[in-house]
C-alpha cells in the first residue's frame, strides 16, 4: 500500500511539474508545485482507498491541501497562490469521466430513435457529467477557500515583509 500512494504522488508530482511549465513559473515555484501536487493527490488517493471517501468529497480536502499549502510556500517564495495551486490541481481533473460524459452523449444523439438505447446513453451521460462538475467545482472551491479565509495574507504574498521597526 505503500508503494502505491508513493507512486501515485510521484506520477501526480510529475505531471503537475508539466502542468506548471506550460506557463512559465519562477524556477523557484517547481519543487513546490511538484511537492503540493504529489501530496494532494495522494491525501486524495489515501482519502478513498483507506477511508473510502468518495472522489468528490476526497477532491475537495485535497484541494483544500493544495490551497492551504500554496499560501504557506508561496508567501515563503514569494509566489501567487495561483501559481502554485493551479497546476498541483489540474492532476486531479477527472478526465475519464468527462470523457464518457461526451461518448455517452455522441452516442445518445446516433440512438435518439430507440428509446431504450437513448435512455440508457441519457442515464450514462448525467452520471458521468454529475460527477464531472462534482469534482471541478469542488476542486476549485478547495483551493480558492483559503484566499477567503485568509485575505490579508493571500494578497500580500508577492510583497515583501518591512525590515527593521
Not at 60 to 73: P, Y
Request: aromatic share 12%.
Amino acid at each position: 500500500m505503500v508503494a502505491d500512494i508513493l507512486s501515485d504522488a510521484f506520477l501526480a508530482a510529475v505531471a503537475g511539474t508539466g502542468f506548471g511549465a506550460v506557463s512559465r513559473p519562477p524556477r523557484r515555484a517547481f519543487p513546490f508545485i511538484a511537492l503540493l501536487s504529489g501530496v494532494g493527490h495522494a491525501l486524495r488517493f489515501c482519502l478513498m482507498t483507506l477511508l473510502g471517501v468518495d472522489l468528490a468529497t476526497a477532491s475537495f480536502f485535497a484541494a483544500l491541501f493544495i490551497g492551504l499549502g500554496s499560501l504557506v510556500f508561496g508567501g515563503k517564495i514569494h509566489c501567487p497562490m495561483t501559481v502554485l495551486y493551479i497546476p498541483a490541481l489540474l492532476p486531479m481533473i477527472p478526465g475519464m469521466y468527462a470523457y464518457r460524459s461526451i461518448f455517452a452523449l455522441v452516442m445518445l444523439m446516433q440512438q435518439f430513435n430507440d428509446p431504450v438505447l437513448a435512455a440508457q446513453y441519457l442515464e450514462r451521460m448525467l452520471m458521468n457529467a454529475t460527477v464531472t462538475v462534482s469534482v471541478v467545482f469542488l476542486l476549485s472551491l478547495g483551493a480558492t477557500l483559503p484566499t477567503f479565509l485568509f485575505p490579508r495574507r493571500a494578497y500580500s504574498l508577492t510583497r515583501k515583509r518591512p525590515s527593521g521597526n
